[in-house]
């Protein structure tokens, strides 16, 4: 049978190894939606450079100001387009990387959660008589302390969900404004 400095030792190097764990794969988790971002900022700007490389082309090579004007309106809706989809793009990693170190971070607070009922019920098999309120106490300010997390979770859960409407919301105005505006702009 453990002694209880014994106990609190191996479950504080428990918990620190968890904690690093988890800070790990959060870290990675972090790594992986830069890398997605990164990536979309390259493509995004080649692209870019390529088609403004043509279009400048096309300008340069128009033979009177009406057809300047007319091949300037025809480049305005793609490029509205490319900067929805952008965006679009962009709100989607935010979303997705939300979601997974919201996961991540529920799973670990259950896992810390369980751990430490474990620790509690051990701890209080070896409770000497006559400390049952101070066991009690100790288990009320664990669940309250659970509760805070879940409360917090659930805070950040609906924080996040307010936020990835008010993306959508905007991009789908900054569509119908772009529609509006490319197709005036063609009259």
Known sequence: MYTTPEQFSAAAKT???????????????????????????????????????????????AKDPQEFF????AHTQPAAEKALAYTRSLADIAS????????????HIAEN????????????????????????FFKTAVANASAGYEQ?????????????????????QFAQTTTKAASRAKK
């Open 15 to 61: 918990n620190f190894e968890a904690q690093i764990a988890a800070l790990s794969a959060l870290t990675n988790r972090a790594f992986d939606s830069v890398t997605k971002i990164v990536d979309l900022n390259l493509n995004t700007a080649k692209a870019s450079l390529e088609e403004t490389s043509a279009a400048t082309k096309q300008l340069l090579a």
């Open 152 to 172: 917090f979770s659930a805070s950040a859960k609906k924080a996040t969900e307010t936020l990835q409407s008010n993306v959508d919301s905007a991009v789908t």
């Open 113 to 136: 959660s369980r751990k430490v009922g474990e620790f509690i019920d051990a701890m209080t098999k070896n409770a000497p008589a006559g400390s049952e309120k101070a066991v009690a």
């Open 96 to 107: 997705s990387v939300q979601a997974e170190l919201t996961k991540a971070t529920e799973e």
């Open 70 to 73: 007319t091949l300037t309106s």
